[in-house]
């Protein structure tokens, strides 16, 4: 994984409990930000789903390299 998708994956899981607990106060929320919360699985989601293709692809391009080399 590149280290800026690793850096937004950071802040995404930080974001989790933000939108269940208040930082000014420490307490939890009554009403939940549910849309952050969403917003946010649904990134790290999206992170996760883009680092194993662009892995995939650059592991069949060293395949490739490697078969052809013999």
Do not use: W
């Not at 307490?27 to 892995?55: C, D, H, N, T, W």
Request: aromatic share 12%; hydrophobic share 45%; no cysteine.
């Amino acid at each position: 994984m590149d280290k800026y998708l690793l850096v937004v994956m950071i802040f995404l899981i930080v974001t989790i409990p933000i939108a269940f607990i208040s930082p000014a106060t420490g307490e939890i929320r009554e009403q939940p930000f549910i849309l952050l919360f969403y917003a946010s699985i649904a990134g790290i989601s999206v992170i996760i789903l883009y680092s194993s293709y662009k892995e995939r692809k650059q592991r069949q391009k060293d395949n490739i390299k490697r078969r052809s080399k013999k």
